[in-house]
């Protein structure tokens, strides 16, 4: 039996190598799956762990309060060296572009362990945007021997970098997986996450658009969070029936401006929401990081979505929500030529224009208010699974055996 070793971090990481784990667990004896994590997320991390009820055999608990990328980069190297000279996998899985992503790969490399990337393939080309994903994403690429790419794009950035067409197979994203896994539940308990905003946040979403936020980006800190915050208030100043909603990394790089810009008062009563006071009003609520399930539901609740998250740009789109990202470029361009995604970058009066033209104009609204769903049906981690079934059974399977994934334009929660 071939063990398989599965390495990840953050919380993004987590929800798109959990479709991932379930698959290989449930594959029975074919696979001994082992997950390893280096927690360089902690609270944000344990959320997701719960949700896909994972029990991760080694846990690292490297995160520090305001980590640099020296500390993260340090301290798991270091933990991932023990942990697989214990375990001497066939495999090791990675996902993505994170730091942990970067290490895990290096950290197989050193011991000559063969090394798969889940989400490989994704490129802005440059250098320093995102910052480090998108060094982290090459580097690991670079230390890969199997590359699950999510698109047919994502592939073409591969090969055009010189990876054998062989070793690369387009299976979709693993996030639309998981998103499918919610979104019956979402959709089954709609009236409990409904009492559960109000009652927790005193959050009332009836007849209100919800304007959902989330960022994080380095690139952004500073300046750029500023400006975020100001156009957020410029926007509840403007439109009375609005409602922004803003789930706040626990990064102290976000939380700080944050916080000092956007939070006047904190929620009355039992609410556990920061509030922005608005003349009578409160109508912009900061909250804590969400659990996967009640953020699935606010999203599939969300007239429009401003973040400059990755996985979100790929779950909006699948729920038909506009999505205005706040960053210059994006390797994820799939969602901007199926024109539900928009570039906004982050000035203050771009950002509060576009979110302008998609509260007044309903044109406008509906042109991105599309369901499509450029980035997967389901059934990647179903595809990635297959695969390796058959690499260990000796013959590295084609592209074409594997159903490759080609873009499909469905909603994945409809109304
Ligand atoms: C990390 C990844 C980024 C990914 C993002 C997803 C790197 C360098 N960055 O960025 O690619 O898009 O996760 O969210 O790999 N913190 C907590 N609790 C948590 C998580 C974070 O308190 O559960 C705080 C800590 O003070 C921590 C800080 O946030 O030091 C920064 O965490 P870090 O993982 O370094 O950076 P992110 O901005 O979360
Ligand atoms: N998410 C969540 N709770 C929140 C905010 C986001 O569960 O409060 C989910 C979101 O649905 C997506 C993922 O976290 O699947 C994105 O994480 P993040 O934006 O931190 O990282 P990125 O995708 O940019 O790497």
């Known amino acids: 039996m071939k063990k398989i070793l599965l390495i990840f971090g953050t919380r993004p990481e987590a929800i798109k190598m959990a479709p991932v784990v379930l698959r290989l667990k449930a594959a029975g004896d074919a696979f001994q799956t082992r997950v390893a994590v280096t927690a360089q997320h902690r609270q944000m991390l344990d959320q997701v762990l719960d949700i896909f009820n994972i029990q991760p055999d080694h846990d690292l608990d490297i995160m520090s309060p305001n980590q640099d990328l020296f500390d993260i980069a340090s301290r798991g190297l270091t933990g991932l060296k023990e942990v697989l000279r214990k375990e001497e996998p066939d495999l090791v899985l990675v996902h993505g572009d994170t730091t942990t992503t970067f290490i895990a790969a290096l950290a197989a490399f050193f011991l000559k362990i063969p090394v798969g990337h889940v989400e490989a393939g994704l490129r802005t080309k440059d250098k320093y945007q995102p910052f480090p994903e998108e060094m982290n994403r090459h580097l690991a690429g670079v230390l890969t021997d199997y590359h699950f790419a999510p698109t047919p794009w994502a592939r073409d950035n591969l090969v055009n970098e010189g990876v054998a067409p062989a070793r690369v197979w387009v299976t979709g994203n693993t996030v639309i997986d998981a998103l499918k896994i919610v979104a019956d539940r979402v959709k089954r308990e709609k009236g409990r996450w409904e009492d559960y905003f109000r009652r927790e946040y005193g959050l009332d979403l009836n007849n209100q658009r919800l304007i959902l936020v989330t960022g ?71 909250l804590p990081p969400l659990e996967y399930v009640p953020f ?71 042109a991105m208010a599309q369901a499509q769903n450029p980035y997967g049906d389901g059934q990647a981690a179903a595809r990635i699974v297959q695969v390796l079934a058959q690499l260990f059974a000796g013959h590295a399977p084609d592209a074409a055996v594997i159903d490759p994934w080609e873009p499909k334009f469905e909603a994945v929660i409809s109304e």
């Not at 916080?259 to 920061?274: D, F, M, P, V």
């Not at 699948?318 to 799939?334: F, H, I, N, S, Y």
């Open 216 to 286: 994080h980006r380095r690139e952004n800190f500073g300046p750029g969070f500023e400006n975020i915050c100001w156009a957020l208030r410029d926007v509840v100043d403007h439109f009375p029936g609005v409602l922004v909603v803003y789930p706040v990394h626990l990064n102290p790089n976000v939380q700080r401006p944050v916080y000092e810009i956007l939070s006047t008062h904190r929620g009355g009563g039992q609410a556990k929401a920061h509030l922005l006071e608005t003349g009578s009003d409160s109508r912009l609520f900061l």
């Open 296 to 366: 699935v539901y606010l999203l599939s609740q969300s007239y429009l979505v401003l973040t400059d998250s990755g996985g979100i740009q790929e779950e909006a789109p699948a729920l038909g929500k506009p999505v205005l990202v706040m960053r210059e470029v994006t390797e994820r361009p799939e969602g901007l030529w199926a024109r539900t995604v928009k570039l906004v970058g982050t000035d203050r009066q771009r950002i509060f224009a576009e979110i302008k033209e998609l509260l007044d104009n309903p044109a406008s609204y509906r």
